[in-house]
């Protein structure tokens, strides 16, 4: 037997936190029905009055910013301190994006009258969500990553890639940066040196990852979940597996499971306690049979999109464990709870592109017990469809644009 499910202290509300244009991204709504249900009025930062998590029946008050995240940091955090007094209430702010973690850090003493914060140090989201201070805090801390270096312009890009051998894998280096001036468009799997002098058709400086491409046929992506107290001591660990992606192998989980990984689940405790961090946090790892490690690919300082695929039997998953700590109560030590998790539309594309490179049947797209949905859900119908009318036009051209590079 199991303790009941944890009361999270309904008179202290959560703001949302959004830096960037993400009106796609279903972590934010995960975020507002999982404190909703529990009775917590949430707030939440969106692009505009339209997008799928302003419409959910869990949020109390949207604050439409139709700003690019470009913004300077001063006039980002006037528009936090604005949401702030407009709720009236100090409240658990909930980074939604990377940018979001660093200036909530950034800007503890500015922020702190208004709004609820892990005590996690100022600097260190911003070493995390840069691809190269990741890797660095993992060189010192021992924790193993795919070979990557961080060129400083496209001759040591081409040289590099060259030395190490085709496909090779491109990422943007720093938060904000990627805002304003992203390298690639997305994390990107690039095959061979035309495609890369494609990538980056022009020389100069670059703010871009060069990192090893570990193959599919050696590798499995895992998906680490945790949120973290005072001093990194973990408060809840989760442990799952990327079945798909979208962009496949490079994107978003579309497509996910749970499944207990002591090992795992050892490792991302250890390493965010050595740092000191504190908060709730995302981590991609990939495990590399060639020499049976695994290799952290990504910590993103803040609930991921699909965080919901977790929660534990009493029912807490990273976001209310956040609340719980914040607020002064206990957060329960409970084993994870059996789940799938399942991104429809963008699961969809990424079957059929998978099935067409590999010239067989799609699996895996019709409902199983026990799924968490990214978009619909039976209480809260309107999210789910404001996404299908918002992004569902963009579905062929991502699918033909991705087959017909692959």
């Given at each position: 037997?199991?303790?009941?499910?944890?009361?999270?202290?309904?008179?202290?509300?959560?703001?949302?936190?959004?830096?960037?244009?993400?009106?796609?991204?279903?972590?934010?709504?995960?975020?507002?029905r999982?404190?909703?249900?529990?009775?917590?009025?949430?707030?939440?930062?969106?692009?505009?009055?339209?997008?799928?998590?302003?419409?959910?029946?869990?949020?109390?008050?949207?604050?439409?910013?139709?700003?690019?995240?470009?913004?300077?940091a001063?006039?980002?955090?006037?528009?936090?301190?604005?949401?702030?007094r407009?709720?009236?209430?100090?409240?658990?702010a909930?980074?939604?994006?990377?940018?979001?973690?660093?200036?909530?850090?950034?800007h503890?003493?500015?922020?702190?009258?208004?709004f609820?914060?892990?005590?996690?140090?100022?600097?260190?989201p911003?070493?995390l969500?840069?691809?190269?201070?990741?890797?660095?805090?993992?060189?010192?801390?021992?924790?193993?990553t795919?070979?990557?270096?961080t060129?400083?312009?496209?001759?040591?890009?081409?040289?590099?890639?060259?030395?190490w051998?085709?496909?090779?894998?491109?990422?943007?280096?720093?938060?904000?940066?990627?805002?304003?001036?992203?390298?690639?468009?997305?994390?990107?799997?690039?095959?061979?040196?035309?495609?890369?002098?494609?990538?980056?058709?022009?020389?100069g400086p670059?703010s871009?990852?060069?990192?090893?491409?570990?193959?599919q046929?050696?590798?499995?992506?895992?998906?680490?979940?945790?949120c973290?107290?005072?001093?990194?001591?973990?408060?809840?660990?989760?442990?799952?597996?990327?079945?798909?992606?979208?962009?496949?192998?490079?994107?978003?989980?579309?497509?996910?499971?749970?499944?207990?990984?002591?090992?795992?689940?050892?490792?991302?405790?250890?390493?965010?306690?050595a740092?000191?961090?504190c908060?709730?946090?995302?981590?991609?790892?990939?495990?590399?049979?060639?020499?049976?490690r695994?290799?952290?690919?990504?910590?993103?300082p803040?609930?991921?999109?699909?965080?919901?695929?977790?929660?534990?039997?009493?029912?807490?998953?990273?976001?209310?464990?956040?609340?719980?700590?914040?607020?002064?109560?206990?957060?329960?030590?409970?084993?994870?709870?059996?789940?799938?998790?399942?991104?429809?539309?963008?699961?969809?594309?990424?079957?059929?592109?998978?099935?067409?490179?590999?010239?067989?049947?799609?699996?895996?797209?019709?409902?199983?017990?026990?799924?968490?949905?990214?978009?619909?859900?039976?209480?809260?119908?309107?999210p789910?469809?404001?996404?299908?009318?918002?992004?569902?036009?963009?579905?062929?051209?991502?699918?033909?644009?991705?087959?017909?590079?692959?």
């Amino acid at each position: 037997m199991h303790a009941h499910r944890p009361e999270l202290d309904r008179a202290v509300p959560a703001l949302l936190v959004k830096v960037g244009r993400y009106p796609d991204a279903y972590g934010a709504t995960g975020a507002a029905r999982s404190l909703g249900r529990a009775g917590v009025p949430v707030y939440a930062m969106v692009e505009d009055p339209l997008t799928p998590t302003a419409l959910s029946r869990y949020v109390r008050r949207a604050f439409a910013r139709p700003g690019t995240g470009c913004e300077p940091a001063e006039v980002l955090v006037a528009q936090l301190l604005a949401a702030g007094r407009a709720i009236g209430r100090r409240s658990v702010a909930v980074p939604t994006d990377d940018e979001a973690a660093v200036l909530l850090a950034e800007h503890q003493e500015e922020l702190a009258p208004y709004f609820l914060l892990p005590p996690v140090p100022p600097g260190l989201p911003r070493r995390l969500a840069d691809k190269g201070g990741l890797r660095e805090l993992c060189r010192a801390h021992g924790v193993a990553t795919p070979r990557a270096c961080t060129p400083a312009d496209r001759g040591e890009l081409l040289a590099t890639a060259s030395e190490w051998g085709y496909p090779v894998v491109l990422k943007n280096l720093a938060p904000f940066t990627r805002l304003a001036r992203p390298a690639v468009s997305h994390t990107t799997i690039v095959p061979d040196e035309a495609a890369l002098l494609a990538a980056c058709p022009s020389d100069g400086p670059l703010s871009l990852l060069l990192q090893e491409y570990v193959p599919q046929a050696c590798a499995e992506d895992w998906i680490a979940h945790l949120c973290c107290g005072p001093g990194g001591r973990p408060l809840v660990v989760f442990t799952g597996v990327k079945d798909r992606s979208w962009p496949p192998e490079t994107g978003v989980t579309t497509r996910g499971h749970t499944r207990s990984n002591p090992e795992l689940a050892a490792l991302t405790a250890d390493f965010c306690e050595a740092i000191g961090y504190c908060g709730t946090a995302d981590l991609d790892w990939r495990y590399d049979r060639r020499d049976d490690r695994y290799k952290l690919v990504d910590f993103n300082p803040r609930n991921g999109a699909q965080f919901r695929l977790f929660e534990t039997v009493d029912g807490v998953d990273v976001v209310r464990a956040l609340h719980l700590s914040l607020t002064g109560r206990r957060v329960p030590a409970a084993p994870q709870r059996p789940r799938r998790f399942r991104m429809g539309r963008l699961d969809t594309l990424s079957a059929l592109s998978g099935a067409w490179q590999d010239r067989c049947r799609p699996w895996g797209l019709w409902p199983e017990p026990h799924t968490e949905h990214a978009w619909f859900a039976s209480d809260d119908p309107a999210p789910a469809a404001m996404a299908l009318l918002r992004f569902s036009l963009s579905a062929p051209y991502r699918l033909l644009r991705t087959t017909l590079h692959s």
